[in-house]
Every structure is written in C-alpha cells, then in structure tokens.
Nanobody, 115 residues
Framework: QVQLVESGGGLVQPGGSLRLSCAAS????????MGWYRQAPGKQRELVAT???????NYADSVKGRFIISRDNAKNTVYLQMNSLKPEDTAVYYC?????????WGQGTQVTVSS
C-alpha cells in the first residue's frame, strides 16, 4: 500500500507563490507517474500537471507558464511550484501516484488565493 502526504497549502494573495510537496511511502515512486490534480467547490477534479519516470511533463493549459512540477526520486517526493497565483486557482490540490493499473491519492491540501 502506498501513502501520499501533501503539504504546503495555505492562503496567498493574487500574484503570490506557493510550493506544494507530496511525500510517498513505499518503493515504487521512481517507476510511477506522479501528478497533481485539483478540485474547486462545485467542480469536477481536474488535472494540473503530471511527470513520468522518464521525465515527460504535462500541464493543463490553465497553469502553463505559471506552475512547475518536479520530482526527487531520492526523497520519494513530488513538488508543485505555483507562481502568479490567481483566485481561480483556489481549490483542494491532490497528489496522485499511478503505477501499473493502480492509482493512489493523497488527502488533499487547500490552496486559497484571495486578497
């Protein structure tokens, strides 16, 4: 079983920055696809960014140029650097690990962008 623990959420003003972290237990992190998703109130969960073990990275159009996903396989940790935050980025952000046919989710961390 894999456990994912997110941290780094909080309240930030528009234009500010936050960095989310997600630490994974177990040994499959280096061979897993890691991703960040988010869910705003009344909306469906949506993909924010993913990073494959081989280094391929994908971003949602809404965050391109503002967010950066990175992974540290030695620490079993994936990060999401969020810059130039907008009120519409307000959501619960979830870490995701995909390996073979299995998918694991973290508990989520709240990000609120407001003045």
């Amino acid at each position: 079983q894999v456990q994912l623990v997110e941290s780094g959420g909080g309240l930030v003003q528009p234009g500010g920055s936050l960095r989310l972290s997600c630490a994974a237990s177990g040994s499959i992190f280096p061979i897993s696809v890691m991703g960040w998703y988010r869910q705003a109130p009344g909306k469906q969960r949506e993909l924010v960014a993913t990073a494959t073990p081989g280094g391929k990275i994908n971003y949602a159009d809404s965050v391109k140029g503002r967010f950066i996903i990175s992974r540290d396989n030695a620490k079993n940790t994936v990060y999401l650097q969020m810059n130039s935050l907008k009120p519409e980025d307000t959501a619960v952000y979830y870490c995701n690990l995909g390996w073979a046919t299995r998918t694991f989710w973290g508990q989520g961390t709240q990000v609120t962008v407001s003045s």
